[in-house]
């Protein structure tokens, strides 16, 4: 039912379990970035320590853990340990794939264009919207000068800044409606993309893009109708019941 929606959101199987399900996150979380904060200052000892074997390093320096690997094991565990990246890469990509084509599909033609649409015509225009999505992939990854680093950042930036005040706004303010929250996702994504090609500021675009998505959820909610007395009870309900849980 509706009082368990923010448990659902979080993948939990009931409010019960969010305490154990924020601690085995967080740990998780913790013991990944610790390591990958790990490999990075060993690689920094290392190669000042074996300058002639850096110049890989010094031209790209997301190549650390590549060049580790094939540095210190031997090449059949470097091999082994080389495909875990490759099925990181390909794993995550088909998933990112499959996600904007169902977002595309089912939110956008299907909800705006054609809400009538048959089944059939759904799964072509999801096939077709995942090779759109392929190839734009490909073309932006064909620019020699850009990075891994840099366009996961750009990218969480867009995500962060365009569904993390909506998110967070959701969770702990009633008076949220659906045209706050569309105003603030267009806000926050459109000021992530000019504060990133325009501004020439070392800021991370993912802070003014953030700030206007909030500003402007807050601004156009308390500007327009207050949402419906059951939308509200719901919240009030999944409330109560999360903070009786955790």
């Given at each position: 039912?509706?009082?368990?929606?923010?448990?659902?959101?979080?993948?939990?199987?009931?409010?019960?379990?969010?305490?154990?399900?924020?601690?085995?996150?967080?740990?998780?979380?913790?013991?990944?970035?610790?390591g990958?904060?790990?490999v990075?200052y060993?690689?920094?000892?290392?190669?000042?320590?074996h300058?002639?074997?850096?110049?890989?390093?010094?031209?790209?320096?997301?190549?650390?853990?590549?060049?580790?690997?094939?540095i210190?094991?031997?090449?059949?565990?470097?091999?082994?340990?080389?495909s875990a990246?490759?099925?990181?890469?390909?794993s995550?990509?088909?998933?990112?794939?499959?996600?904007?084509?169902s977002?595309?599909t089912?939110d956008?033609?299907?909800?705006?264009?054609?809400?009538?649409?048959?089944?059939?015509?759904?799964?072509?225009?999801g096939r077709?919207?995942?090779?759109?999505?392929?190839?734009?992939?490909?073309?932006i990854?064909?620019?020699?000068?850009s990075?891994?680093?840099g366009l996961?950042?750009y990218?969480?930036a867009g995500?962060?800044?365009?569904f993390?005040?909506?998110?967070?706004?959701?969770?702990?303010?009633r008076?949220?409606?659906a045209?706050?929250?569309?105003?603030?996702?267009?806000?926050g994504?459109?000021?992530?993309?000019?504060?990133?090609?325009?501004s020439g500021?070392a800021?991370?675009?993912?802070?003014?893009?953030?700030?206007?998505g909030?500003?402007?959820i807050?601004?156009?909610?308390?500007?327009?109708k207050?949402?419906?007395?059951?939308?509200v009870?719901?919240?009030d309900?999944?409330?109560?019941?999360?903070?009786?849980?955790v």
């Amino acid at each position: 039912g509706q009082p368990h929606i923010l448990a659902r959101f979080m993948a939990a199987d009931s409010v019960k379990s969010m305490k154990k399900a924020r601690r085995i996150g967080m740990t998780w979380m913790i013991l990944c970035l610790g390591g990958a904060v790990a490999v990075g200052y060993f690689g920094i000892a290392w190669f000042q320590l074996h300058p002639e074997q850096a110049d890989a390093v010094t031209n790209n320096n997301e190549r650390i853990f590549i060049e580790l690997a094939q540095i210190l094991f031997n090449p059949w565990v470097a091999g082994v340990i080389l495909s875990a990246i490759l099925a990181a890469v390909m794993s995550t990509l088909s998933c990112q794939l499959l996600v904007c084509s169902s977002a595309i599909t089912e939110d956008f033609y299907k909800g705006f264009i054609r809400p009538h649409a048959a089944q059939k015509e759904l799964v072509w225009i999801g096939r077709a919207m995942v090779l759109l999505i392929a190839l734009i992939s490909i073309w932006i990854a064909a620019d020699p000068d850009s990075k891994v680093l840099g366009l996961v950042s750009y990218a969480w930036a867009g995500f962060g800044a365009a569904f993390g005040p909506v998110i967070i706004l959701s969770v702990f303010w009633r008076r949220m409606n659906a045209a706050g929250a569309l105003s603030g996702m267009v806000a926050g994504a459109l000021v992530v993309v000019l504060w990133k090609q325009y501004s020439g500021s070392a800021l991370y675009e993912i802070v003014p893009g953030f700030i206007a998505g909030l500003i402007a959820i807050v601004v156009v909610s308390l500007l327009t109708k207050a949402p419906a007395q059951a939308v509200v009870d719901n919240f009030d309900r999944a409330d109560r019941d999360f903070r009786t849980a955790v």
